[in-house]
């Protein structure tokens, strides 16, 4: 494994030089990110690498807040301050799980592993990896390899791959607390580690706890609907309480009193009440996690070694909201003139008005509790056949549980207490009373979505020397893996009391792979000669067999050739593919079915058309694929010791994303998605789509002018490239030891296009998708026990899309600093630590942004100044 490029208290990750490669300790297993190989790294391709001391210098609740100060890593896609996925990604994000996002292509081109294996899928829709679930304690170091790596992997490491290495071996006991607050938030965290070795074996173990408060958005005064004293509009909605009357598209403000029959002159044609009710909802939810990890290894003779892993964690969290998907408290109510409190504006013969209303002043915000419960399970056998060869045969076992209860509106209900002619139970939308038991009774609808999901299988291994050449030792590394992916979920909704379950069947794929890979190492130390001081040389290839989308092949080529010493050039070249997530196959998917939409048409003497929409799955998607190549140079001089300067040019080209063309009322407007419309379909087409399974929903029109299809299907492309760099510097002074550094990330483009028809055009810097610029400055000092370290975070500006005029919205450049000390004198102190840690230094507030709310989550944080301290001891 490359030698990590950067002192391990120092707070800013940096590419591994690929010089030297780590020698493993006996009964050490030795992890190398991006290649099966031992002792060699991933040959053309840089490692970013993280320490755990600079997680542990970072006061944050979770690893995934921590890693999008990566440069590499873009702060979009899924986050626990959203309950759907942002970025422009598409889904749901139900129980505010988190994932890593390598270069803003979509967290799910993003292969998450532990020691080099797979962790489930999370989430109710298990459309994503929760690297939370790790316990940070237990962590030794994450590397981040930020180039595609399927040849290597497998499915999903479009972009790259993260891995977190835990602990092996520990000796003795370690115990931390860390306590945080920012302005009306805190967070807690404990930790104990105990570990032993005996020669031949040893054992470590890992419990960590964290909890966090919600986060209001009453608790920042910059988030809000109402931004025109900052330059934007008014996103204020009229679903307030008491709220307004809409008769033929025109508003009528109810009063602040109310409004009744013989009041009805109140009422002001062209009102209307507006509500800031944005900030009853929470920013972060309040959260609560347990988390285990052991290992264990046992050498048996001179050969043998066996090997048992586990991590278990339980999470569980609470959030405020006042809509998340179709549970909302701002509804819009059909009032019919059979309601006793029914009011018709003065001058109109309305039977049945529009109120606009917001429930939540009677019911409260939308309460959401749930949980996720994580499993991971790794055994291994390796045997030494000699002093070459090693054979390993590994098994994993992983699980995922994740569910969410939620309390909301039960609609059969209230549908019949507005048309009700009792006023006992009639509800009044109009600004007067309503009882507690009729309250109760509308109050009685649940919404409880759950999900397992299981990844289990074997790996067996071969890698050793062939032979040798003059450059050294070429080695191969051959193998085989099987994976079995099942997943089920169901939900229950319906009325509190009784509610119905439904059980969606079962999902399930069976992967069949075989790798092998091989170095050569042309020049080396032992045979340098003028321009070639180092020249290595890699191949390696993987072909994976699905049981449900076919089989894929992906090759990836690198080179590393040092000219002379402290000079080194990397190139890399392959190819890497997604597989379709089980949920996107099944035609009769959740929620699938045929639609009446009465849409915007262009081609209709009315300007409308009432046709049908499609919602369903595709079993015949095939797998997303992607082409990657990279060129590095690298100067570690020997005249300046202590100093390195990296750069990186990467480029992807990502094709055939899966996703579902938009269903809108202005989709056949759109010239990119005209391949889903059928105009004026048979009945046989519609027969041929009924007879499958899809239910008719709606009522269906005597001549139906189009079919949408709006299933899963291969859509659009991305293209991006552009640099990544690093530069170091260590040097002594002060009597002690000085580092400054600066890395980063530059987005040259990010061509993105919708559809395979539509042209590609360039979002680099523009509003949900990557920023141009992401960079980090950083200043660190060690003497003896004291170390102090300072960062700079800069998100460069960006351009807000999303209103008329464009917005530009400003760079974000939070401070962080980190001071700690540790005793080390042979008295009751040894061993004891103290930290001092401040994130976002200055209070900075994230820049304001056009949109609603304020601001944008994909890339600042609303926590505002976190000041934490942190006690460790160690015996």
Same mark, same amino acid.
């Given at each position: 494994?490359?030698?990590?490029?950067?002192?391990?208290?120092?707070?800013?990750?940096?590419?591994?030089?690929g010089?030297?490669? /780590? /020698?493993?300790?006996?009964?050490?297993?030795?992890?190398?990110?991006?290649?099966?190989?031992?002792?060699?790294?991933?040959?053309?391709?840089n490692?970013?690498?993280?320490?755990?001391?600079?997680?542990?210098?970072?006061?944050?609740?979770?690893?995934?807040?921590?890693?999008?100060?990566?440069?590499?890593?873009?702060?979009?896609?899924?986050?626990?301050s959203?309950?759907?996925?942002?970025?422009?990604?598409?889904?749901?994000?139900?129980?505010?799980?988190?994932?890593?996002?390598?270069?803003?292509?979509?967290p799910?081109a993003?292969?998450?592993?532990?020691?080099g294996?797979?962790?489930?899928?999370?989430?109710?829709?298990?459309?994503?990896?929760?690297?939370?679930?790790i316990?940070?304690?237990?962590?030794?170091r994450?590397?981040?390899?930020?180039?595609?790596a399927?040849?290597?992997?497998?499915?999903?490491?479009?972009?790259?791959?993260?891995?977190?290495?835990?602990?092996?071996e520990?000796?003795?006991?370690?115990?931390?607390g860390?306590?945080?607050?920012?302005?009306? &938030?805190?967070?807690?965290?404990?930790?104990?580690?105990?570990?032993?070795?005996?020669?031949?074996?040893?054992?470590?173990?890992?419990?960590?706890?964290?909890r966090?408060?919600?986060?209001?958005?009453?608790?920042?005064?910059?988030?809000?609907?109402?931004?025109?004293?900052?330059?934007?509009?008014?996103?204020?909605?009229?679903?307030?309480?008491?709220?307004?009357?809409?008769?033929?598209g025109?508003?009528?403000?109810?009063?602040?009193?109310?409004?009744t029959?013989?009041?009805?002159?109140?009422?002001?044609?062209g009102t209307?009440?507006?509500?800031?009710?944005?900030?009853?909802?929470?920013?972060?939810?309040?959260?609560?996690r347990?988390?285990?990890?052991?290992?264990?290894?046992?050498?048996?003779?001179?050969?043998?070694?066996?090997?048992?892993?586990?991590?278990?964690?339980?999470?569980? &969290?609470?959030a405020?909201?006042?809509?998340q998907?179709?549970?909302s408290?701002?509804?819009?109510?059909?009032?019919?003139?059979?309601?006793?409190?029914?009011?018709?504006?003065v001058?109109?013969?309305?039977?049945?008005?529009?109120?606009?209303?917001?429930?939540?002043?009677?019911?409260?915000?939308?309460?959401?509790?749930?949980?996720?419960?994580?499993?991971?399970?790794?055994?291994?056998?390796?045997?030494?056949?000699d002093?070459?060869?090693?054979?390993?045969l590994?098994?994993?076992?992983?699980?995922?549980?994740?569910?969410q209860?939620?309390?909301?509106?039960?609609t059969?209900?209230?549908?019949?207490?507005?048309?009700?002619?009792?006023?006992?139970?009639?509800?009044?939308?109009?600004?007067?009373?309503? @009882?507690?038991?009729?309250?109760?009774?509308?109050?009685?609808?649940v919404?409880?979505?759950?999900?397992? @999901?299981?990844?289990?299988?074997?790996?067996?291994?071969?890698?050793?020397s062939l032979?040798?050449?003059?450059?050294?030792?070429?080695?191969?590394?051959?193998g085989?893996?099987?994976?079995?992916y099942?997943?089920?979920?169901?939900?229950?909704?319906?009325a509190?009391?009784?509610?119905?379950?439904?059980?969606?069947?079962?999902?399930?794929?069976?992967?069949k792979?075989?790798?092998?890979?091989?170095?050569?190492?042309?020049?080396?130390?032992?045979?340098?000669?003028?321009?070639?001081?180092?020249?290595?040389?890699?191949?390696a290839?993987?072909?994976?067999?699905?049981?449900?989308?076919?089989?894929?092949?992906?090759?990836?080529?690198?080179?590393?050739?040092?000219?002379?010493?402290?000079?080194?050039?990397?190139?890399? &070249?392959?190819?890497?593919?997604?597989?379709?997530?089980?949920q996107?196959?099944?035609?009769?998917?959740?929620?699938?079915?045929?639609?009446?939409?009465?849409?915007?048409?262009?081609?209709s003497?009315?300007?409308?058309s009432?046709?049908?929409?499609?919602?369903?799955?595709?079993?015949?998607?095939?797998?997303?694929?992607?082409?990657?190549?990279?060129?590095?140079?690298?100067?570690?001089?020997?005249?300046?010791?202590?100093?390195?300067?990296?750069?990186?040019?990467f480029?992807?080209?990502?094709?055939?994303?899966?996703?579902?063309?938009?269903?809108t009322?202005?989709s056949?407007?759109?010239?990119?998605?005209?391949?889903a419309?059928?105009?004026?379909?048979?009945?046989?087409?519609?027969?041929?789509?009924?007879?499958?399974?899809?239910?008719?929903?709606?009522?269906?029109?005597?001549?139906i002018?189009?079919?949408?299809?709006?299933?899963?299907?291969?859509?659009?492309?991305?293209?991006?490239?552009?640099?990544?760099?690093?530069?170091?510097?260590?040097?002594?002074?002060?009597?002690?030891?000085?580092?400054?550094?600066?890395?980063g990330?530059?987005t040259?483009? &990010?061509?993105f296009?919708?559809?395979?028809?539509a042209?590609?055009?360039?979002?680099?810097?523009?509003?949900?998708?990557?920023?141009?610029?992401?960079a980090?400055?950083?200043?660190?000092?060690? @003497?003896?026990?004291?170390?102090?370290?300072?960062?700079?975070?800069?998100?460069s500006?960006?351009?807000?899309?999303?209103?008329?005029?464009?917005?530009n919205?400003?760079?974000?450049?939070p401070?962080?600093?980190d001071?700690?000390?540790?005793?080390?004198?042979?008295?009751?102190?040894n061993?004891?630590?103290?930290?001092?840690?401040?994130?976002?230094?200055?209070?900075?507030?994230?820049?304001?942004?056009?949109?609603?709310?304020?601001?944008?989550?994909?890339?600042a944080?609303?926590?505002g100044?976190?000041?934490?301290?942190?006690l460790?001891?160690?015996?």
């Open positions: 494994m490359p030698a990590i490029a950067q002192t391990a208290d120092l707070p800013s990750p940096a590419e591994a030089p010089l030297e490669a /780590e /020698e493993g300790a006996r009964g050490k297993e030795i992890v190398v990110t991006g290649s099966r190989i031992r002792g060699t790294g991933p040959v053309g391709s490692v970013v690498s993280v320490s755990a001391a600079e997680i542990e210098a970072q006061p944050t609740a979770t690893i995934t807040e921590f890693l999008r100060k990566v440069p590499q890593i873009q702060g979009f896609g899924v986050d626990s959203s309950a759907v996925v942002s970025g422009g990604q598409g889904g749901t994000n139900t129980t505010r799980g988190s994932a890593i996002n390598l270069r803003g292509v979509g799910s993003t292969l998450t592993l532990v020691d294996q797979r962790l489930s899928f999370s989430g109710v829709s298990s459309n994503y990896v929760d690297a939370n679930a316990p940070a304690a237990a962590v030794d994450i590397e981040i390899v930020p180039d595609g399927s040849a290597v992997y497998g499915s999903d490491a479009v972009a790259g791959v993260v891995n977190f290495i835990l602990r092996k520990f000796e003795g006991i370690q115990v931390r860390r306590y945080g607050v920012a302005d009306d &938030y805190w967070l807690a965290q404990a930790s104990f580690m105990a570990g032993t070795n005996w020669g031949s074996g040893g054992v470590v173990f890992a419990y960590e706890y964290t966090n408060d919600a986060l209001g958005g009453d608790e920042r005064d910059f988030v809000r609907f109402d931004l025109t004293d900052r330059g934007g509009r008014d996103y204020r909605n009229g679903q307030c309480s008491p709220g307004n009357i809409v008769v033929a025109r508003t009528y403000a109810i009063p602040q009193a109310g409004v029959p013989a009041t009805a002159s109140q009422l002001v044609a209307r009440n507006l509500c800031e009710n944005l900030s009853i909802a929470d920013i972060l939810p309040e959260e609560e347990h988390k285990f990890y052991g290992y264990a290894y046992q050498e048996i003779g001179d050969r043998l070694r066996v090997h048992v892993q586990g991590i278990y964690s339980l999470r569980d &969290y609470t405020q909201a006042i809509q998907g179709s549970t408290n701002i509804v819009n109510l059909a009032v019919p003139n059979t309601n006793p409190f029914f009011v018709r504006p001058g109109t013969t309305a039977t049945t008005v529009t109120v606009e209303y917001d429930f939540t002043p009677l019911i409260g915000p939308i309460q959401q509790t749930g949980f996720t419960d994580t499993l991971f399970l790794t055994a291994g056998l390796a045997w030494n056949i002093d070459n060869w090693k054979v390993s590994d098994g994993v076992f992983s699980e995922d549980r994740s569910a209860n939620t309390r909301r509106i039960n059969t209900v209230l549908t019949d207490r507005l048309r009700s002619t009792n006023p006992a139970l009639a509800f009044n939308p109009f600004g007067g009373a309503n @009882s507690a038991d009729n309250i109760a009774a509308i109050y009685s609808g919404f409880n979505p759950f999900a397992i @999901s299981r990844t289990r299988g074997g790996s067996l291994q071969a890698d050793g032979f040798s050449i003059a450059g050294g030792d070429v080695r191969l590394a051959v085989a893996e099987f994976l079995r099942t997943s089920d979920a169901g939900n229950a909704q319906g509190l009391a009784a509610p119905t379950v439904t059980i969606n069947p079962k999902l399930e794929r069976n992967q792979s075989a790798f092998a890979e091989l170095y050569i190492p042309i020049f080396s130390s032992a045979n340098a000669t003028g321009m070639f001081e180092r020249l290595d040389l890699s191949a290839v993987r072909y994976d067999d699905y049981s449900d989308v076919g089989s894929t092949t992906n090759p990836k080529f690198g080179l590393n050739w040092s000219p002379a010493r402290g000079v080194l050039f990397k190139a890399s &070249y392959g190819t890497s593919f997604r597989a379709p997530g089980l996107d196959l099944p035609l009769l998917r959740t929620g699938a079915g045929l639609t009446t939409a009465t849409w915007t048409d262009p081609l003497p009315t300007g409308t009432v046709g049908l929409q499609l919602n369903a799955g595709n079993p015949n998607l095939s797998p997303e694929s992607a082409e990657t190549w990279s060129i590095s140079a690298e100067l570690n001089p020997g005249l300046v010791p202590g100093l390195r300067l990296a750069a990186t040019y480029n992807l080209l990502y094709k055939d994303l899966i996703g579902f063309p938009p269903r009322t202005s056949l407007l759109d010239p990119n998605y005209a391949f419309v059928t105009r004026n379909p048979t009945a046989a087409q519609i027969t041929a789509l009924t007879s499958q399974g899809l239910s008719l929903q709606g009522v269906v029109p005597p001549v002018a189009f079919l949408y299809d709006g299933s899963a299907q291969n859509l659009g492309s991305i293209h991006t490239d552009g640099f990544d760099f690093d530069a170091s510097y260590a040097f002594d002074a002060a009597g002690g030891e000085l580092t400054l550094g600066f890395n990330t530059y040259l483009g &990010y061509d296009a919708v559809t395979q028809i042209r590609p055009l360039d979002r680099a810097g523009d509003i949900s998708f990557p920023v141009v610029f992401r980090r400055a950083y200043a660190g000092f060690r @003497s003896g026990g004291f170390t102090v370290n300072a960062l700079v975070n800069h998100v500006g960006y351009t807000n899309t999303l209103v008329a005029p464009e917005q919205v400003g760079s974000w450049n401070v962080d600093i001071i700690s000390y540790e005793f080390k004198d042979s008295g009751v102190l061993g004891l630590a103290l930290g001092l840690s401040v994130t976002n230094l200055f209070d900075q507030d994230p820049p304001f942004v056009n949109i609603p709310g304020g601001w944008d989550p994909g890339q944080s609303a926590l100044r976190l000041v934490a301290f942190t460790t001891k160690k015996f």
